[in-house]
């Protein structure tokens, strides 16, 4: 949130693990580690010893089609199967994969053998209805096990899924269906949020005849209100009737390395949303190797990821990455301060949660309540704690070191991406942490802060976040567009890197401490929304002509929308248009996109080229020298 650090950079706090946890560590020595992770292909190699190949691969990094890599070519191997069958002839066969529970306290467990047959009936199911091995499934879905079996179904069965966050709305819904392809849908009835329901299958019916691909539409009955069967329409289908009668057994598809696992869309800075496709065994490998090196995952550890699974996060470290760990991972379905902000803190004592993985925002957003909530629980199960999705403010780092971890124990601030798949830069828990970086880049990635040229810039010096070197779990593409791959992240600086899009500066000691986006993306509350995309909602709306927006800080969120237009004459930004301008976007786009504050302006400022130049009004709003104006238009 905070773009200038260079008062973060005087942090000098440093907090070094207790001998606790480096007693129980797997990797004791960091440096170590870090050397290792220089013979990229070694170590990864040995990484991947951990699965269950059909056939091992034959070269582990082909690079002779930059960027377009491969990882552990003509491999056979497949994600479910590692992740849930192959638990089940092991002592993990009755152990909690998935322990459900939401802002009701309703509570729902699978043990390891009962997922495994949850998924082969929906894979059953999902082959009946025509879904073959490459075809896109789509969810859009509560954070509930229907949404995880689903997800295992189609990796079992080698149909790509493509998940929709369900606090997205109409139009950035059709969008996204649209692109993916998808021919099935699966839905449900509606979400908690606060004590309320929200109808997620309304939103579904007002954006479905935009999606001529989707033949099928599974609805899940998940909020326990009735559904009138006979209102269905011909092509909807309730999930227990579908799996009903299926068999508990199914069949694995033997799935090639580069085989596509999942597209997950993201903001870009211009034009439609990127489709980050990711493939089978490099993303597995390196998510199952960050997840247990920087949480530390042992046998009896309660996992709890507080992303939701439409994110990146909760793809990698809800679902994948514990369950190929065999170990329990918690979902909850709520807000983290209903029916009061003690909320996840009373989880973590009634599960006894070891490793809990949440977002800045959450952190900012529980600090206001004080420490008054935190210490009415037990909260000394908790081993290690997480956070990802923006730089970390200082402040709320110590009230999460101080109320949640009570000085004991460590704080994982894990820099990645949807793009990268899994962490990259981050400390594991026997690193000396600063309060507000992510530290150094784990061991075989190779990340560094240059100038435009490519160059390394001095410590201190503020540039361009780049990895240098490819590493497993990277996304391969994006959906439908090549030519955007190659151009936003692999020309812009030269040298053949991959261009992260986040501005940093490294410290005295190599750490990283990441200052923000370069580009016109914004962070809000850890989600990434494209200046673009809310610009089109906006001149969607019959009052408005012309559209720019630009982030702005804000204490709990990190940033909110600010957004300047241009009206149509005749049209007045009084309080019932701001009202109708922000019901339309939350309709377009759905609560993610929050606006906090609206100026109607008379012109834009513009390139002469016709571009927005939204740096000078971003630069006018935090009262900034304007900056070079050559290219501005009179
Ligand atoms: C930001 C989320 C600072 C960053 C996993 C990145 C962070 C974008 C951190 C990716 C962190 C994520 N410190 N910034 N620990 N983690 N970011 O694709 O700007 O939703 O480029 O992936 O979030 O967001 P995405």
């Known amino acids: 949130m905070t773009k200038d650090t260079?008062?973060?950079?005087?942090?000098?706090?440093?907090?070094?693990?207790?001998?606790?946890?480096?007693?129980?560590?797997?990797?004791?020595?960091?440096?170590?580690?870090?050397?290792?992770?220089?013979?990229?292909?070694?170590?990864?190699?040995?990484?991947?010893?951990?699965?269950?190949?059909?056939?091992?691969?034959?070269?582990?990094?082909?690079?002779?089609?930059?960027?377009?890599?491969?990882?552990?070519?003509?491999?056979?191997?497949?994600?479910?199967?590692?992740?849930?069958?192959?638990?089940?002839?092991?002592?993990?066969?009755?152990?909690?994969?998935?322990?459900?529970?939401?802002?009701?306290?309703?509570?729902?467990?699978?043990?390891?053998?009962?997922?495994?047959?949850?998924?082969?009936?929906?894979?059953?199911?999902?082959?009946?209805?025509?879904?073959?091995?490459?075809?896109?499934v789509s969810m859009y879905l509560p954070m509930c096990p229907e949404l995880l079996i689903s997800m295992l179904a189609c990796t079992k069965i080698g149909a790509v899924h493509s998940v929709v966050y369900s606090g997205l709305s109409v139009g950035a819904f059709v969008e996204r269906m649209n692109d993916a392809d998808a021919k099935v849908l699966i839905t449900a009835d509606g979400t908690f949020r606060r004590g309320k329901i929200i109808d997620l299958k309304k939103i579904v019916d007002e954006s479905i005849l935009q999606c001529p691909t989707i033949e099928t539409v599974v609805v899940v009955r998940h909020t326990g209100n009735p559904i009138n069967v006979s209102e269905l329409s011909g092509r909807e289908i309730l999930y227990d009737r579908l799996v009903e009668g299926e068999s508990g057994e199914c069949p694995v598809e033997e799935m090639d390395s580069e085989d596509p696992l999942f597209i997950l869309y993201t903001s870009g800075s211009t034009g439609k949303p990127k489709g980050v496709l990711h493939t089978t065994a490099g993303y597995m490998v390196g998510v199952a190797t960050t997840l247990k090196n920087v949480f530390d995952i042992h046998n009896g550890d309660l996992w709890w990821c507080t992303a939701d699974i439409g994110w990146i996060t909760g793809h990698s470290y809800l679902i994948y990455g514990p369950l190929l760990l065999g170990t329990t991972t918690l979902v909850y379905e709520g807000a983290p301060d209903y029916p009061d902000p003690g909320a996840w803190w009373k989880i973590v004592e009634k599960y006894g949660v070891t490793k809990l993985y949440t977002a800045p925002t959450a952190i900012r957003h529980l600090m206001r309540y004080g420490s008054k909530y935190p210490n009415m629980?037990?909260?000394?199960?908790?081993?290690?704690?997480?956070?990802?999705?923006?730089?970390?403010?200082?402040?709320?780092?110590?009230?999460?070191?101080?109320?949640?971890?009570?000085?004991?124990?460590?704080?994982?601030?894990?820099?990645?991406?949807?793009?990268?798949?899994m962490h990259m830069i981050s400390p594991i828990p026997v690193s000396p942490l600063k309060p507000g970086t992510a530290t150094l880049p784990l061991p075989g990635i190779d990340a560094d802060v240059v100038d435009e040229k490519g160059n390394s810039v001095p410590l201190g010096k503020g540039g361009y976040l780049v990895i240098k070197k490819p590493w497993p779990a990277m996304f391969r593409t994006l959906y439908n567009d090549e030519e955007r791959f190659i151009n936003v992240y692999w020309k812009e600086i030269p040298g053949g890197v991959y261009r992260a899009g986040d501005l940093a500066r490294k410290d005295e000691d190599g750490y990283i401490w990441i200052q923000g986006r370069s580009d016109d993306v914004l962070n809000i509350a850890g989600h990434r929304v494209g200046s673009a995309e809310v610009e089109s909602a906006f001149v969607s709306h019959p009052a408005v002509v012309e559209s720019a927006v630009i982030g702005k800080s804000d204490p709990i969120k990190g940033e909110v929308i600010k957004a300047f237009l241009i009206l149509k004459e005749g049209y007045k930004l009084n309080t019932t248009l701001i009202e109708d301008l922000k019901k339309h976007i939350r309709y377009e786009l759905g609560p993610v996109a929050v606006i906090g504050d609206i100026e109607q302006l008379d012109a834009l400022p513009k390139t002469r080229s016709g571009k927005i130049m939204r740096r000078i009004l971003r630069a006018q709003e935090m009262g900034e020298d304007l900056g070079d104006t050559s290219t501005l238009e009179e």
């Open 6 to 136: 260079s008062v973060l950079l005087d942090e000098k706090r440093l907090f070094k693990p207790n001998y606790k946890i480096v007693e129980e560590a797997h990797v004791k020595n960091w440096e170590a580690e870090i050397e290792k992770g220089k013979d990229l292909e070694k170590y990864w190699s040995e990484k991947a010893e951990q699965f269950e190949w059909f056939e091992k691969w034959d070269k582990v990094l082909d690079e002779s089609k930059k960027p377009f890599y491969k990882w552990f070519t003509n491999g056979k191997i497949n994600l479910a199967y590692n992740a849930v069958d192959r638990w089940i002839s092991t002592d993990k066969r009755n152990q909690v994969a998935i322990l459900y529970t939401n802002e009701r306290g309703d509570e729902k467990k699978l043990t390891y053998y009962e997922l495994y047959r949850e998924v082969n009936k929906m894979a059953n199911a999902l082959k009946n209805l025509g879904i073959k091995k490459g075809d896109t």
């Open 377 to 421: 629980y037990n909260l000394s199960s908790l081993k290690i704690l997480g956070s990802v999705g923006e730089p970390i403010n200082p402040e709320a780092w110590m009230w999460f070191y101080k109320n949640i971890g009570k000085e004991k124990i460590p704080i994982m601030d894990t820099w990645w991406q949807t793009e990268t798949g």
